[in-house]
């Protein structure tokens, strides 16, 4: 149930899909994912 409390700190205002993810929510996963391939350009 949302209360007025809780609302504010699971806002997703500013967000166009459900699934995007805020800078402070990727600096959290980051770690956890696996490294960038890097490709040359053909």
């Known amino acids: 149930m949302w209360t007025e409390i809780t609302r504010p700190k699971y806002e997703r205002e500013g967000l166009r899909y459900a699934s995007d993810l805020t800078d402070r929510e ?4 980051a770690p956890g994912q696996p490294a960038r391939k890097h490709r040359l350009a053909l």
Do not use: G, H, K
């Open 26 to 29: 990727w600096e959290m996963i």
